[in-house]
């Protein structure tokens, strides 16, 4: 049976101790009962365990005495530790951590040894792979081990392990011995002269502890010239007979970048400078990184530079190479680290970069070409320098021009090192170098060549472009000014800057100016220019302008445009007479000027005097001047003369009737009217409207007749067109028809009235009895009865004279009289109320019997049939004044019409004509 005494020994320990200030620790494990020495050795150990208890009583009671509390004292050690305890057989049941605090808090070395792992504690069985926090490492901070929970910094593949690719150390428990003991994965515990390895609290680093003075040994670190893992003092750490070692201790991890290369020329120092990180725990001091430069067909070693880098260190190295002659092909750059140091391998690293290496010569630059047209100079700028001290002192060196593979032009220049300068080569060109040519300036080591356009003498006037910007016209004694903006649309070429360009107006040039490209600030920036044209008063209007370059014009067309109207026309003019007119003309447009006018009458053979009259005027916009012109008809001008006036836009004509040149006095009216009456007499006015329809005027008498007997005459001056009414009164007693009329010497008038006194019409029977109103309907169907036996032919529309029955024409003769006698009366009663008149002319080469009906609605207000000779002319008085009437009229051969006026209608015409009848105003 097994026994643990451990807590009861280790109670009494941890207060002697404590209070001795020192820290101790022990541990002790019962298996089956000791035998010999070890029974010796075992009762001595509970012996002291007794005797410790009993110091430790006597001690505890005097504090107490003191006023103090053990567990005041205790507190005031620090300890407030736990402590693993012992295993006492498989009856006992131990969990780390739970056993540590119920067996002993106040054992200040288990608080210290303990504490230091309580985070790699753990109530899971031990795993044989450990966690990555119980594992045993190096550190970047110092060369000393600890556990991977406390370490801060790691370098790659940090694991202790055992020699010879043996077990990983790790901190763990382990059944014998009551705190984390330093073991191998297997469980196999790791020693350093025999001591055990164990965390401390508060300290990243592992310690030995004395098993027999039970103190805190030494610290453990990583020999770096071995990787053997050691204590301080020097003593080895090992699991059974092997050696605990870091297999990584000297193995290195380059990074490399080349971080600058300077491009040299031949002669000067390439330097190449590269950054080198170590990103591993071992140290550098002996590895070697190199320069490698290669290009064309070498491949060289160029610098070396040595390597001195801490753990987790960075550093640059700069390497340097002296170039010379022929150096100009190297093109790349390598650093490199591979070397083997002491049978560790050294993991390197590489890096490229490409450099460039000038030839000791001269190098070319084309700074700029210009764009020549065909037939003048390629001007082609070129930066020369010499790189290099190859060879030394002042040289010359040839420079040349080519054009498309063609030698164009060769100059020596004498340059030291160093030394820049820039040269001007000039080509005159060909039609062959268009469109474009190839340029070249190369010295005997370096090129520089360029594509440049060359224009045709067409492109090139092309290019040139100009726009109006601003126009003023002026009046007529100012100059009219045209500003323009001038732009070239390419790259200008070379001693092609000036140019001329004219101001021209209706194609003739008026103004130059020569304008320049390529000043102040830039070729990109329009050219402005400001033309003027004096004006004379005399010019015409500036109808259109433009500006001629050799790239094209820029046109402008100005309104210019005129009104022309006729007025105080000769209308009507006479033969061998003079026609006048007068003429106005204003300007309508925005350009002043002189306009001319030509007014001409277009029938030649009218006029004796010019036919065309030319005449000018000065005229600002807006204006407006009036010419008088006079024609000198002749006898054969034509009754309608056409007048016409042009100028340079506008066209007007009007037209003149023409009449012979002597007055002509025709009687438009006459008519005979009752101006009063008694029982004894009728007084008639007799009135006649003469009007002179001839070219000129003049003076004749107007006679008026009665009853053939002339009653009155009077001389009458009229103007063409003008006429005049005469008038005189008869007096009349008796009861018939009378015939009555006008003369002039053009014309005469004759026609007849039926007058019937007041006495008559007292005494008159029948009809003096009746009313107006049934006299007049009893005389109307009396004499509608009268044409019906005459023939209804007269009243019908007819179109066909045969269509009369035989003897209608003799019945019509002999009924006449009683029809006459009766509708002369209606018409008398009828005209009394009427005003206008109806004037009836026959046109027909016979005698014709004609009726005349004048009807208002539905009533009839004038009807008389007649005879009229051939072109004779007789004037009715019969025409409402105030309402919408009808006129109508039938001729026995000719078919009947009717037309339709308004009630102002004063005058109607009835015409009898062999093609028909016309019935029209007046």
């Known amino acids: 049976m097994y026994v643990n005494v451990t807590p009861i020994t280790r109670f009494l320990a941890s207060g002697r101790d404590a209070l001795a200030g020192r820290i101790v620790f022990r541990s002790f494990r019962l298996g089956r009962a000791p035998e010999g020495d070890s029974a010796v050795a075992h009762r001595g150990a509970i012996v002291s365990c007794i005797s410790r208890a009993f110091a430790l009583a006597v001690i505890t009671l005097a504090l107490i005495g003191l006023g103090l509390s053990a567990s005041a004292v205790l507190a005031s050690s620090g300890a407030s530790g736990a402590v693993v305890s012992a295993d006492a057989g498989p009856e006992t ?44 490492v190096v550190r970047f901070d110092d060369d000393h081990i600890s556990t991977a929970a406390v370490a801060e910094e790691l370098p790659p593949e940090p694991a202790i392990t055992v020699e010879d690719d043996g077990p990983e150390i790790v901190i763990d428990d382990h059944d014998d011995y009551d705190l984390p003991v330093m073991q191998t994965t297997d469980g196999e515990v790791a020693k350093a002269n025999g001591d055990t ?23 453990l670190e990583v020999d770096r010239s071995s990787g053997e893992v050691q204590t301080i003092e020097g003593d080895e750490v090992r699991v059974d007979d ?11 991890d380059y990074s490399l970048e080349i971080t600058e290369v300077e491009d040299v020329d031949e002669g000067e120092t390439l330097s190449v400078t590269a950054t080198v990180n170590n990103s591993r725990w071992a140290h550098s001091d002996d590895d070697t990184a190199s320069l490698n430069l290669s290009g064309g067909e070498r491949d060289f070693l160029a610098d070396e530079e040595s390597i001195d880098l801490e753990d987790d260190d960075e550093t640059e190295l700069s390497f340097e190479y002296e170039t010379g002659a022929g150096d100009h092909d190297i093109d790349e750059a390598e650093v490199t680290i591979e070397h083997q140091n002491g049978g560790d391998t050294v993991n390197g690293d590489s890096d490229t970069a490409d450099l460039t290496i000038g030839a000791a010569g001269v190098a070319v630059t084309i700074t700029e070409t210009n764009t020549p047209v065909e037939g003048s100079d390629l001007v082609v700028d070129a930066d020369i320098t010499r790189y290099g001290d190859v060879p030394e002192g002042t040289q010359s060196y040839p420079i ?33 170098d268009v469109p474009e040519l190839e340029a070249e300036v190369a010295s005997r080591v370096d090129s520089s060549s360029e594509t440049v356009s060359v224009m045709t003498v067409e492109e090139h006037k092309d290019n040139i472009g100009a726009e109006i910007t601003e126009t003023t016209i002026g009046n007529i004694s100012e ?21 001329d360009a004219n101001l021209t107006i209706d194609e003739t040039v008026v103004d130059q100016q020569t304008f320049e490209f390529g000043g102040v600030p830039s070729t990109d920036d329009p050219v402005t220019e400001t033309f003027t044209y004096d004006r004379d008063a005399e010019d015409p209007p500036v109808t259109d302008f433009a500006i001629e370059t050799p ?16 007025s105080n026309v000769t209308d009507p003019a006479a033969r061998n007479e003079t026609l006048e007119a007068t003429v106005t003309l204003e300007n309508t447009g925005e350009v ?38 006079t024609f000198d008809l002749s006898d054969n001008a034509p009754p309608q003369l056409e007048l016409e006036v042009q100028t340079s836009t506008t066209t007007e004509t009007t037209t003149a009737e023409v009449r012979d040149n002597e007055p002509e006095f025709e009687i438009t009216d006459t008519a005979v009217t009752e101006a009063d009456s008694d029982e004894n007499a009728t007084l008639l006015t007799v009135a006649s409207t003469v009007e002179n329809t001839g070219g000129v005027a003049g003076t004749q008498d107007v006679s008026l007749s009665f009853d053939d007997e002339t009653v009155h005459t009077e001389s009458v001056s009229l103007e063409p067109d003008e006429e005049a009414t005469i008038t005189t009164e008869v007096e009349v007693t008796e009861d018939q028809t009378y015939g009555y009329g006008t003369t002039t010497e053009d014309d005469s008038v004759s026609e007849t009235t039926d007058v019937a006194s007041s006495a008559t019409a007292d005494t008159g029977g029948i009809l003096s009895l ?14 509608v009865l009268g044409a019906l036996v005459v023939g209804a032919a007269v009243i019908k529309r007819r179109t066909d004279p045969t269509d009369l029955p035989d003897g209608l024409q003799d019945r019509m003769a002999a009924l006449q009289p009683a029809a006459q006698r009766l509708q002369n009366a209606a018409r008398n009663l009828v005209s009394n109320d009427g005003t206008g008149t109806v004037v009836v002319q026959n046109n027909l080469p016979r005698d014709a019997l004609v009726r005349i009906r004048v009807r208002s609605g539905d009533e009839i207000q004038f009807l008389e049939d007649f005879e009229l000779a051939a072109e004779e002319r007789r004037t009715l008085e019969c025409l409402p004044t105030d309402t919408q009437f009808e006129v109508g009229s039938g001729v026995d051969d000719i078919a009947a019409h009717e037309e339709r006026f308004d009630g102002g209608t004063s005058e109607v015409g009835v015409i009898l004509r062999p093609e028909g009848i016309t019935i029209k105003p007046l």
């Not at 009313?771 to 005389?779: C, D, E, H, Y």
């Open 93 to 136: 049941d131990h969990t780390g951590v739970a056993d540590i605090e119920d067996a002993d808090r106040d054992d200040p070395t288990a608080e210290l040894l303990s504490s230091g792992v309580a985070s790699a504690q753990s109530d899971s069985p031990i795993q044989t792979t450990p966690p990555d926090d119980e594992r045993v």
């Open 197 to 219: 390895i164990h965390p401390v609290n508060d300290n990243p680093d592992l310690v030995t502890f004395d098993n027999e003075t039970e103190t805190v040994g030494d610290e």
């Open 242 to 252: 092997d050696r605990v070692v870091y297999p990584e201790y000297n193995t290195r």
């Open 400 to 432: 040349s021009l080519f054009v498309d593979g063609s030698q164009a032009q060769t100059e020596v220049l004498s340059l030291s090192p160093g030394e820049s300068t820039t040269q001007t080569f000039t080509y005159e060109t060909t039609e062959d």
């Open 479 to 499: 100059p009219l000014t045209v500003d323009t903006a001038f732009t070239y649309d390419d790259e200008l070429p070379s001693g092609q800057t000036e140019f």
């Open 551 to 566: 790239g094209g014009n820029e046109s402008v067309s100005l309104d210019h445009d005129t009104a022309i109207s006729f």
């Open 592 to 629: 002043p000027g002189q306009e001319t006018l030509n007014i001409s009458a277009l029938n030649p053979s009218a006029v004796d005097s010019n036919a065309t009259i030319e005449t000018t005027a000065e005229l600002n916009p807006g204006e407006s001047v009036s010419e008088d012109v």
């Open 770 to 783: 009746l009313p107006v109103g049934s006299i007049l309907t009893l005389l109307l169907a009396l004499s």
